[in-house]
DNA sequence: TCATTATGACTGACCGGTCAGTCATAATGA
DNA sequence: TCATTATGACTGACCGGTCAGTCATAATGA
């Protein structure tokens, strides 16, 4: 059924445009009509693929959270201690690499509040738990088999993902500070952090 | 000059009126109408106290970026690594003291991207370059008396400040999670991550 | 003292521009 | 031919900002 396909191939440009030009101007400053021309298309178009502006930017989060899954998923084998390591810098290496998702993210962000619908899809906080479990998870592992320091919890592992988004928020906010080049010294403190 | 007086406690109260709102509905959802009906007086009224819309945003910011500023000059005295054990808490106690001023800052995180004036008083660029100079002046002077162990170099101060700020923005996304609670935690594992 | 006049803070109706979403029509291609 | 897809002119709700007019209070002066 090459329709279907070509259907879901225009979908996934016009989101790609969205993304681009959220990226550049924000969610609040972007026109639907900016989308159209960025993907080359008629206003009126858009909406044979998205029903409204919201959509737009409901479907850029889920393509990140889906990213983000995949990393998380894929922790590979290995002392607790090395998987973190590997984790943080995977994670830190994914947002780098996608500049113009990554910055959408500011818009994802505030969205959080203004949302009236509870169902609604741009559950960041749920993004943020299932970090924070993952992480927590192989600190457990670590502190089983003797690796952490006394003292150490679950909230060591929010802090540990706080230290990722924190350098990605001051990466947004100020594109001098080089985020890529910082994925090793987060590795590194988060791990130090807590080893014994 | 009663009257002076009179106009910036005016000023304060309305200002005041807007953060609320702001980090109640997120300022693109905000309508001056709203800050005028929060502050009890008509619209109109909020003119002749602000120039326009952005203005009370940017009034907020700054009222934050002083407080910050206050936070960071305020260092006392004792060894660096206490110092940055102090800081870390202050900033963060802080933030989590004034709930409806930190949510204003997940738009002006965003706002730094759609100004388009450069002379833009929401430099929040400037706010955290400010902080991570500050810690890793704190780092020279912990490194030079022999506290830290080698490699330590100023991309952990925006790491230690990462950390600080992803903390924030999991508990702007998820208030489930307690940012005072963090407190503690964050500054350990940022002075254990660089100590010796 | 108290009527008259001046002040300026405040009000809210109004205006003009913007933009999300619609829909009649055209283009496409099977 | 005719079903599907694309177009862009159009609509109307919305909202930032304005401004003519009001009114409480202060100043004046008889």
Chains 1, 2 share one sequence.
């Not at 059924?1 to 440009?13: G, S």
């Not at 969205?111 to 619908?117: C, I, K, P, W």
Request: charged share 25%; glycine share 8%.
């Amino acid at each position: 059924m090459p329709k279907r396909i070509d259907r879901l191939v225009r979908r996934e440009a016009i989101l790609e445009a969205a993304v681009r030009v959220f990226a550049r101007k924000g969610f609040a400053g972007s026109r639907i009509e900016d989308v159209a021309t960025e993907a080359n298309i008629a206003k009126g178009t858009v909406y044979l693929y998205f029903d409204s502006r919201e959509e737009l930017l409901s479907a850029a989060f889920e393509g990140y959270a889906a990213r983000s899954a995949a990393v998380l998923s894929d922790l590979g084998a290995g002392p607790p201690l090395e998987r973190l390591t590997w984790l943080v810098r995977s994670v830190v290496e994914t947002l780098a690499a996608h500049p113009d998702h990554a910055r959408v993210l500011l818009d994802v962000w505030s969205s959080a509040r203004s949302r009236t619908d509870a169902a609604s899809p741009l559950d960041m906080a749920q993004v943020y738990r299932h970090y924070r479990e993952t992480v927590a998870g192989l600190l457990r592992q670590a502190g089983a088999e003797g690796d952490l320091r006394p003292g150490v919890d679950d909230r060591h592992a929010a802090v540990i993902v706080g230290a990722i988004e924190g350098c990605l928020l001051q990466w947004l906010v100020d594109p001098a500070l080089p985020l890529a080049g910082l994925a090793d010294t987060i590795a590194e403190m988060c791990v130090e952090g807590v080893r014994a």
